[in-house]
Every structure is written in C-alpha cells, then in structure tokens.
C-alpha cells in the first residue's frame, strides 16, 4: 500500500477548524454550527455518545453516503441503527472492519450481525477505529477513539473533509476487503487480512 504523503493534503489553512470539548451534549448538538465542507474538527467527549450516533449526526449533514467503519467492538443497538440506515437509504453502502476476538467476546451478537450484514463484514486483528464518509461533495475521514458503542470515559475524535486521506483509509478497507473474510476466517485468513494492510 502506498503512503499518503505529507504534500498531497489540502493546506491546513484553506480549512475551516473548530476545536469542541463537551461532556454532556449529543453528537448532533456538538456539530451544530459546524460546516463540514473543507473542515478539521477535532472533539472532545466524556463518552456520552458512540462512533455510530457520530456518523448519524454527520449524515444528517451529508445525506446518503457509502460508509466505512473499523471497530474493536460494537453494541447491538448501534449495528442495528446502523442496518436501519441501510434500509431506509441513509446509508448507501456500508462495510464494517471488526477486530476478530469481537466473537468471543459478544458471542451473543454474532449471529445478529451475520443476519443483518451478511455481505458487509470482515475480521482481521483490529484496534483501529476510524470511519470514512463519502458522497459527491463529502469525503469525511473520521479518527477516533470510540468504537461502536458508548463507553463513558474521555474520546476524542477528529473529521477532517479530505478527499487524499477518505481515499487512503476507505484503500486500508480495500485492501482487507479484497484478502479478508467474515466471522467464519480460518486464523490464515485473519492473517492474510491484516498483511493485506501493509503490502
């Protein structure tokens, strides 16, 4: 995989910048005011909310969008918002990047996850978490610290509109896309997976 290198990033000062730190408010309410066309937002939260309330509140903005997500874990209640975005077309295209262990540890979940998203997971050995957002106007790199679910301790998370660094990330889950498999990965495949990053 190539680098993204330093100068084929869009000048930090052409960017809109905002700098938020909130422990109560909601997603939505921490993006109000925030135009994300050309931004760099950088957040601070107490945990109040998850990556995915965050991407809703960023949808909100966009409208339908193709969406890539990588988590360590995920609670039920998000990967079913995220199954209802599907649906009703607020996602256009979805693949999630789950870290392998996520089935020994939510053994319940699994099979809920298979249903829901039969085509749109793979597994590898994964602590990244990072989203990406992309639709004619918007190409949204989303860092962070959250996973999937709403853990109350302090997260940050940083959206940049950028479309070198979306397009690197979104080449990150190419690359395991194309290698990987779902939760039935033999440990090869889980493996090959994450060579497949740094090849």
């Known amino acids: ?4 290198e330093r ?8 960017r809109k910048r905002y700098i ?6 909601a997603a939505s309410e921490m993006l109000a005011g925030v135009d994300l066309r050309g931004c760099e937002l950088v957040g601070f939260t107490g945990g109040q909310f998850s990556l995915f309330s965050l991407l809703a509140a960023i949808l909100e903005k966009t409208g339908p969008a193709a969406v890539d997500i990588t988590t360590w874990t995920a609670a039920i209640a998000d990967l079913r918002d995220a199954y209802l975005f599907l649906e009703t077309g607020k996602i256009q295209k979805l693949r999630f990047l789950i870290d392998r262990s996520f089935e ?9 996850v298979r249903d829901l998203f039969p085509d749109s997971v793979r597994v590898t050995r994964c602590h990244a978490k990072f989203a990406v957002i992309r639709t004619e106007k918007f190409d949204l790199a989303i860092r962070t610290s959250m996973n999937l679910n709403c853990n109350r ?16 990330l979104s080449g990150v889950v190419d690359a395991v896309w194309e290698q990987g498999q779902g939760f039935d990965a033999s440990p090869q495949d889980v493996e090959d997976a994450l060579q497949a990053v740094f090849t």
């Open 1 to 4: 995989m190539t680098e993204l």
């Open 7 to 14: 100068p084929s990033l869009h000048s930090a000062a052409k």
């Open 153 to 168: 301790r302090f997260e940050i998370f940083e959206i940049s509109d950028d479309p070198d660094l979306a397009g690197f």
């Open 20 to 25: 938020k730190a909130d422990d109560l408010s």
């Open 104 to 112: 020994s540890r939510q053994p319940q979940y699994v099979d809920s």
